[in-house]
């Protein structure tokens, strides 16, 4: 297995829950913080969740704060984003990726090793 691989995407209602999973081979989890971003049509990649190797950091953007959660197994090199009481705007692709450099957590550009991501759609 090589890039991470998102799934656990679908169409719900507005107000319903959805859990994604993202799963990489060791050597891309392995040490790092994983984060999870998400893009919408015509919209750039947005920061949504990143958590540290430990597991004991978490961070969300503003948009998704109270709602989703974001968590590890490492012992299945699995990244998890709990999304709960999802809204229409939270329609988008969703994407993980470890985060390699030492820059800022909510930018893209600290992220590489992107998967093919896992499409959300929140009808309301």
């Known amino acids: 297995q090589a890039q991470p691989i998102e799934s656990g995407g679908g169409l719900v209602q507005a107000g319903e829950s959805l859990r994604l999973s993202c799963t990489a081979s060791?050597?891309?989890?392995?040490?790092?913080?994983v984060g999870w971003f998400r893009q919408a049509p015509g919209q750039g990649r947005e920061f949504v969740a990143t958590?540290?190797?430990?597991?004991?950091?978490?961070y969300y953007g503003d948009s998704v704060k109270g709602r989703f959660t974001i968590s590890r197994d490492n012992a299945k090199n699995t990244v998890y984003l709990q999304m709960n009481s999802l809204k229409p705007e939270d329609t988008a692709v969703y994407y993980c990726?470890?985060?390699?450099?030492?820059?800022?957590?909510?930018?893209?550009?600290?992220?590489?090793?992107w998967g093919q991501g896992t499409q959300v759609t929140v009808s309301s």
């Open positions: 990726a470890p985060k390699i450099y030492s820059g800022s957590y909510s930018s893209r550009y600290e992220y590489d090793y």
């Open positions: 060791e050597r891309f989890f392995n040490n790092y913080a």
């Open positions: 958590i540290t190797w430990s597991g004991g950091i978490t």
